[in-house]
């Protein structure tokens, strides 16, 4: 079992920056690919970006390419989303969550490959 628990959300306005965290616990965090996933309300939990177990690989949604960062600290047992130039359409509810496989060293960006879920962080982004 393992716990994940974001933080950071809050109401920025259009160009700001966001940064947040996954403070994880329960499991061997630094063995298993993590992710960033959101969704709005009728829609689908869209990928954001995933950080291999490692941290050396990344992958990142082509709608957030360039503007977030995707990080973690193993030894911390935390995950974080660097969030900059964000825009009215960035407006969700940020998950982060764990993959099922240990060392796998795919990145996946389905939400169906990720075991462990966090409650969810509220980020709104005025225009």
């Known amino acids: 079992q393992v716990q994940l628990a974001e933080s950071g959300g809050g109401l920025v306005q259009a160009g700001g920056s966001l940064r947040l965290s996954c403070a994880a616990s329960g499991r061997t965090f630094g063995s298993h690919a993590m992710g960033w996933f959101r969704q709005t309300p009728g829609k689908d939990r869209e990928f954001v970006a995933a950080?291999?177990?490692?941290?050396?690989?990344?992958a990142y949604a082509d709608s957030v390419k360039g503007r977030f960062a995707i990080s973690r600290d193993n030894a911390k047992e935390t995950l974080s989303l660097q969030m900059n130039s964000l825009k009215p359409e960035d407006t969700a509810v940020y998950y982060c969550?764990?993959?099922?496989?240990?060392?796998?060293?795919?990145?996946?960006?389905?939400?169906?490959?990720?075991?462990?879920w966090g409650q969810g962080s509220q980020v709104t982004v005025s225009s």
């Open positions: 969550a764990s993959s099922w496989t240990r060392l796998d060293s795919t990145l996946y960006r389905e939400s169906v490959s990720y075991r462990y």
């Open positions: 950080i291999s177990w490692g941290g050396r690989r990344t």
